[in-house]
Structures are given as structure tokens and as C-alpha cells.
């Protein structure tokens, strides 16, 4: 006599792997045609997609009573959400206030951004690892480390920094 806990039969095997052959296949085929914006970099809207895509996945996977048609429902319903707010997105100022946050000035002209630094969690080492990651030996080579929306550390340096067009609507914002 076997334990249900360890064997309860072939059709729950069946279902799991019906689920998980069709859902992953549809996930790839939804993720293949929304293009690269859902794979590139991850900004915030991608990160909660992909965090409510393999949690709600996972769940339907594991759900004694679920079918395929829910599960490519909820899969068709979660891609479509995301690309409605990413459309949104590129089309209204008030969605991209919303959705995105904007770069964040860490160091400037020679001077750390100290309240900028404290609010996100961040210390110089962090912005001496990126001007290092960017092939920089000394912040005297460098005009301005931003935080990028994606998380990352951006680092401008004194030789790049052009007419500073790119960075100067967030220095103000800082200041």
C-alpha cells in the first residue's frame, strides 16, 4: 500500500506535464511575439511581470483542479496587461510618471550626492565599483554616475559628457 503523499497515480503526472508542455510553449510563443521590449533590460513593469508570471504559473501548475484554457488565459491576460501599460506608457506623460523613475544623480562634477546616496540605499563604494566597472581608474575622470531606472549605475565620463543634454533635466531635479 502506498502513501498518497508519495504516489497518488498517473493522472495527476499527466496533468502537471500537460500543463507545464503547453504553458511553457505559450509563454515562449507570447513572450517571442511581443517583441524584445519584454526581454530587454528589465525596468520595474518587466520585473513584476516576470514575478507574476511564474508565480501565477507555478500556482495554475500545481492546482488539482485547473485546466489549459485557464492557463493560457491567465498567460494571454498577464502579456496583454503588461503590453497595455507599456503602450500607455509611450504615449502619456502621466502613465511614465507613474510607471517609471526617472535617473537619479549619485555624483556630479566632482561631489557626491550624499542625500541621494542615503535615499536609495547606496554608498560611495558603490560608485567607485561603477566607475571602476567602466573602466575608469579615478572619479577624475568622470562627470556624472547616475542611477538608471533599470538599477544599474550608469558613468558618464569628462571626455563624454557633450553638452550634457542627457543628464541635465536630472541635475536640476536634484538640486
Request: positive net charge.
Amino acid at each position: 500500500m502506498t502513501s498518497p503523499l508519495f504516489w497518488n497515480g498517473w493522472t495527476p503526472l499527466i496533468q502537471v506535464t500537460l500543463m507545464a508542455s503547453v504553458g511553457y510553449l505559450a509563454l515562449v510563443l507570447l513572450l517571442r511575439t511581443t517583441g524584445p521590449r519584454t526581454m530587454s533590460k528589465m525596468s520595474p513593469l518587466d520585473f513584476v511581470l516576470a514575478v507574476t508570471l511564474g508565480s501565477a504559473f507555478g500556482r495554475v501548475l500545481t492546482a488539482e483542479k485547473s485546466t489549459v484554457s485557464q492557463l493560457l488565459w491567465l498567460l494571454v491576460f498577464l502579456i496583454a496587461l503588461q503590453w497595455l501599460l507599456a503602450w500607455l506608457r509611450s504615449r502619456s506623460t502621466f502613465f511614465r510618471r507613474l510607471l517609471d523613475h526617472p535617473p537619479v544623480v549619485l555624483y556630479e562634477d566632482g561631489r557626491m550626492r550624499d542625500r541621494a546616496l542615503r535615499r536609495h540605499r547606496l554608498i560611495d563604494d558603490d560608485v567607485h565599483e561603477a566607475v571602476r566597472g567602466a573602466g575608469k581608474g579615478s572619479l577624475e575622470e568622470v562627470h556624472t554616475v547616475l542611477l538608471l531606472r533599470d538599477g544599474s549605475l550608469g558613468v558618464i565620463g569628462r571626455d563624454d559628457i557633450g553638452d550634457s543634454s542627457s543628464v541635465t533635466p536630472f541635475v536640476a531635479r536634484e538640486n
